[in-house]
T-cell receptor
Framework: DVKVTQSSRYLVKRTGEKVFLECVQD?????MFWYRQDPGLGLRLIYF???????EKGDIPEGYSVSREKKERFSLILESASTNQTSMYLC?????????????FGQGTRLTVV | KNEVEQSPQNLTAQEGEFITINCSYS?????LHWLQQHPGGGIVSLFM???GKKKHGRLIATINIQEKHSSLHITASHPRDSAVYIC????????????FGPGTSLSVIP
């Protein structure tokens, strides 16, 4: 059974804290993604990675950074958390191809910044 | 105007009803996905379509590439179908770019 696992389901952090969201996949996928999901806005891509140590900015990278030191792990970092980063964060992974391939999602991390 | 739109935004149905959720998009695509998100957050892929129709159990997904439109149908709906259904398209021009619709929140009442 394929799995994308996010380290926390719920997280509460204070403004200004450094926050790490971890995502691990066991499918040997090259591509990994971090999204945030907000009511009425749908899923928006923050960053993605297509290989170890490689990263690309998505649509809303400001205030975030990522790390991919190992193929199976993709971390999202909030350097200094702010209240407008309160959101649901979803990690996904996908095989590179060829052709269209299915994405697998983690359970999500609901982050509240107070 | 959003590149991927869904209708309706919210839907309440009685158990047993036939349900249709619509998705329209304005970009060229290589594939369209229907996703299901239950309360609690996890997302599950239901279908990936590039043409025609697919069926899985009580779920049917269709796509009309010329009209840039897809529908997700649920037959004999059940309260466990209550979830948010999300349409997502894979851009034809940018292989890794996926654009998500805003989601349709479905509630099936016993």
């Amino acid at each position: 059974d394929v799995k994308v696992t996010q380290s926390s389901r719920y997280l509460v952090k204070r403004t200004g804290e450094k926050v790490f969201l971890e995502c691990v996949q066991d499918m040997d996928h090259e591509n990994m993604f971090w999204y945030r999901q907000d009511p009425g806005l749908g899923l928006r891509l923050i960053y993605f990675s297509y290989d170890v140590k490689m990263k690309e900015k998505g649509d809303i990278p400001e205030g975030y950074s990522v790390s991919r030191e190992k193929k199976e792990r993709f971390s999202l970092i909030l350097e200094s958390a702010s209240t407008n980063q309160t959101s649901m964060y979803l990690c996904a992974s996908r095989d590179r191809g060829p052709g269209n391939t299915e994405a697998f999602f983690g359970q999500g991390t609901r982050l509240t910044v107070v | 105007k959003n590149e991927v739109e869904q209708s309706p935004q919210n839907l309440t149905a009685q158990e047993g009803e036939f349900i249709t959720i619509n998705c329209s998009y304005s970009v060229g695509i290589s594939a369209l996905h229907w996703l299901q998100q239950h309360p609690g957050g996890g997302i599950v892929s239901l279908f990936m379509l590039s043409s025609g129709k697919k069926k899985h159990g009580r779920l049917i997904a269709t796509i009309n590439i010329q009209e840039k439109h897809s529908s997700l149908h649920i037959t004999a709906s059940h309260p466990r179908d209550s979830a948010v259904y999300i349409c997502a398209v894979r851009s034809k021009t940018s292989y890794d770019k996926v654009i998500f619709g805003p989601g349709t929140s479905l509630s099936v009442i016993p």
